[in-house]
């Protein structure tokens, strides 16, 4: 079984400040992590994943996410947030098994960045 | 560029009346997924091909069907859409399964009237 939460419905940050969408994840295996934005009225757009190796994963649009194995998370974060960010974000967990290659999502994290 | 192509982007239709939804992908990826997704929430699979396979989720309801043709094209049949079934309907796609992201499409936003 996997399943992942994200702890928080919403994200309120000022634009220049760090931003953290937080995940954690349990799995019954080693894991496949991605994120995934959503901007209003449109598909999902993959920002990063984690697979294996270096535990810092850097993605698109100065995103990055750090896998931590023993706290079970994979939290993104970004160093200085824009208006632009504001969205929904959602985190994905799967096992790295080829059989099991359906992610489960979490319930998603609305990120608002205020300027 | 390639990517994944949902028609319509809005779709109006009367209780009970069937409506299909398309999909389209220029990327060649051998899974394709049709989501549901409603106000805000998570995603919630209703089934997925890979090639030709069919997989159809447990909790899917029977008035959702759904068709593959070829590799690149994939239809959603809502058979008697109830007011429900109102959403957005979601295609993605993925390569052979193993390290691989998942492209969505910009997504179909369903009304019943």
């Known amino acids: 079984a996997q399943s992942v939460a994200q702890p928080e419905d919403q994200v309120n940050v000022a634009e220049g400040n760090p931003l953290t969408v937080k995940c954690t994840y349990s799995v019954s295996g080693n894991p496949y992590l991605f994120w995934y934005v959503q901007y209003p009225n449109r598909g999902l757009q993959f920002l990063l994943k984690y697979i294996t190796g270096d535990n810092l994963v850097k993605g698109s649009y100065g995103f990055e996410a750090e896998f931590n194995k023993s706290q079970t998370s994979f939290h993104l974060k970004k160093p200085s947030a824009l208006v632009s960010d504001s969205a929904l974000y959602f985190c994905?967990?799967?096992?790295?098994?080829?059989?099991?290659?359906?992610?489960?999502f979490g319930r998603g994290t609305s990120l608002i960045v205020h300027p | 560029d390639a990517m994944v192509i949902q028609n319509p982007r809005y779709q109006v239709t009367q209780f009970g009346k069937p409506v299909t939804l398309s999909c389209s992908q220029t990327l060649n990826h051998n899974v394709m997924y049709w989501y549901q997704q409603k106000s805000s929430q998570a995603p919630k699979l209703l089934f997925h091909y890979y090639d030709k396979d069919f997989n159809n989720e447990a909790d899917t309801p029977d008035n959702f069907q759904s068709r593959r043709p070829n590799t690149s094209f994939c239809f959603l049949d809502i058979r008697s859409p109830g007011l429900g079934d109102a959403a957005m309907y979601l295609c993605?796609?993925?390569?052979?399964?193993?390290?691989?992201?998942?492209?969505f499409g910009p997504g179909t936003r369903l009304t019943v009237t």
């Open positions: 994905a967990v799967r096992l790295s098994l080829l059989r099991s290659y359906i992610p489960t």
């Open positions: 993605a796609t993925s390569r052979d399964p193993g390290l691989y992201e998942q492209y």
